[in-house]
């Protein structure tokens, strides 16, 4: 297994998530988000069969508003500006392939290279927006917190994913 920079190699047409917005993201949308630098789509594959994507995530940059950061978090950070941070944009598992840790291994990666990007160039943490209750429960099991303002908007404090 290799979690990989998506290519045109990749059969973005074949991947089947169970969401029609995320699959038509990664079909229409991720590679040349990639090749712009608007953002960075990264593909799970097989070593076997490396064109299959069992999965994939998307990392952007933004920059939140302090209202956006929990009020615990939120008192270090100078209020009048705008604050660094990464976006989880997309997350998506195949469905044929749900349920074998393939999820948990997409956000390990997505973590790791936001904990890369805050060594290098500073960050509050990592935002995540669920598209419902279910994958809010998925990523509050790895510590992510509810920010307060939007319902489903979750939040990693760069303490915490420098730590995973
Ligand atoms: C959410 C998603 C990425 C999970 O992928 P997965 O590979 O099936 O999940 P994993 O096998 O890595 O699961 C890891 C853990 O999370 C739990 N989990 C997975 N999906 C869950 C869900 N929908 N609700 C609650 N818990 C969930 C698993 O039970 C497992 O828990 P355990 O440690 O107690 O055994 C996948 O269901 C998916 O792609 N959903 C559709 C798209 C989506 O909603 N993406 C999130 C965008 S915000």
């Known amino acids: 297994m290799q979690i990989v920079l998506l ?3 990749h059969d973005r047409a074949g991947f089947d998530c169970g969401v029609s917005e995320l699959n ?3 079909k229409a949308t991720a590679r040349q988000h990639n090749y712009k630098g608007i953002s960075r789509t990264f593909v799970l594959v097989d070593d076997e069969n490396p064109k299959v994507i069992l999965g994939f995530f998307t990392l952007a940059i933004c920059e939140v508003n302090i209202k956006d950061v ?3 978090f939120a008192k270090k ?3 009048q500006h705008g604050l660094p941070a990464v976006r989880l944009a ?3 598992v195949s469905v044929k392939e749900r349920g074998k840790r393939y999820g948990e291994a997409l956000l390990g990666e997505a973590v790791h290279r936001t904990a890369t990007i805050a060594e290098q ?4 943490g990592l935002f995540v927006d669920a598209k419902n209750e279910g994958a809010k429960q998925f990523y509050e099991k790895y ?6 303002g939007r319902p489903r908007q979750l939040f990693l ?6 730590q995973l």
């Not at 160039?121 to 509050?124: E, F, Q």
């Not at 404090?157 to 420098?162: A, G, I, S």
């Open 7 to 9: 290519t045109r190699d």
């Open 24 to 26: 038509r993201f990664l």
């Open 70 to 72: 929990p009020a615990a």
């Open 77 to 79: 950070y100078p209020p």
């Open 90 to 92: 997309r997350l998506a």
């Open 121 to 124: 160039a500073g960050l509050i």
């Open 143 to 148: 510590g992510f917190i509810n920010t307060e």
């Open 157 to 162: 404090p760069v303490e915490t994913l420098l």
